[in-house]
């Protein structure tokens, strides 16, 4: 006689008839690492480590907006600490003398002058590389953009010496152009790499189906590649503005009293005043402020670029 089985099978539902299929639940759908690492950060004792940590960075900055509040006499007896228990200490003189100051006026208008094309020209240049390699047929393509990757290896240092004999010759040494194109070409083979991976993940159907529509490559690239790599776009747009706003090399270099940044102009002062904290501080925490706005007001789609492709 067979064995009797003691599986247990699933009960039908009340007054289903005996030929009645039993529903089986779909298994639950695995999570990916990206869901499961913000899982994780939703925890309260997480976010209360964070919070701390997060306190911890930020008392440097506290402390340098502190002491762009604080005269110089008192910035040499006491630390900036101390001014929290006496508000009285703190004003907004230093900023006016900064401001006021026609060569750190000139300087802050310097770098915005110099930040803004070489972020606008990386990126517009970049996309539209980035959108030839990706999808047009041409010849040399593949070997193109290996020498374009090739590229990303050479160090900054290499090029400063040839470059600035170049723009000396064409006249470009010591000037905002000069300084603007020397950023543009040592962000466009980063930018390029970046963008042309992010096209090339975009569905060929999308491409495909618009092509039959009638719509051509700049129809194709303005209306459906831009729209769709506008994390990866934004996500390039910040770090190519924070890496050229915060440069003193290339500026130290090739840009001459005229046209000098903040960075450099901060690092004169530091030469020349080495306890002049009362325009060191306000000036290094102007030259923090705008790459802070920038960063938190396109926070959202570059977290949407780091996390492109992690969650399917």
Do not use: C
């Amino acid at each position: 006689m067979a064995a009797e089985s003691f599986v247990e099978r699933p009960s039908a539902p009340v007054g289903a008839g005996p030929g009645t299929t039993v529903p089986q639940s779909s298994p639950k759908p695995r999570e990916s690492v990206a869901q499961r690492v913000i899982g994780l950060l939703r925890n309260g004792a997480v976010q209360t480590v964070l919070a701390i940590v997060a306190l911890i960075w930020l008392t440097p900055t506290v402390g340098l907006f502190v002491s762009s509040l604080r005269a110089s006499g008192e910035q040499e007896n006491s630390g900036w600490w101390t001014a929290l228990l006496h508000p009285g200490q703190l004003s907004f003189d230093n900023y006016t003398k900064l401001l006021g100051d026609s060569g750190m006026s000139r300087a802050f208008l310097n770098t915005v002058l110099i930040s803004v094309p070489a972020t606008v020209l990386v990126v517009v240049i970049a996309a539209l590389a980035g959108y030839a390699f990706a999808w047009l047929k041409f010849p040399g393509r593949d070997w193109v953009f290996l020498l374009v990757v090739g590229m990303l290896v050479v160090p900054v240092q290499i090029g400063l010496l040839p470059v600035a004999k170049l723009f000396g010759t064409l006249g470009l040494f010591g000037s905002i152009p000069g300084v603007i194109l020397f950023h543009v070409a040592y962000g466009l083979p980063f930018a390029v790499f970046l963008l042309r991976n992010y096209f090339a993940e975009i569905p060929a159907e999308m491409l495909e189906a618009a092509r039959m529509d009638g719509g051509g490559d700049w129809l194709i690239f303005w209306r459906l590649i831009l729209p769709m790599g506008r994390p990866a776009i934004a996500s390039l747009a910040v770090f190519q503005f924070l890496w050229v706003w915060n440069d003193m090399l290339v500026s130290l270099i090739f840009a001459d009293s005229a046209s000098q940044p903040l960075t450099v102009a901060l690092q004169s002062q530091v030469r020349q005043f080495g306890s002049n904290i009362d325009v060191l501080a306000p000036g290094a925490f102007l030259s923090l402020t705008v790459p802070l706005v920038v960063f938190f007001v396109f926070q959202r789609h570059l977290v949407e670029g780091v996390m492109a492709g992690s969650v399917k």
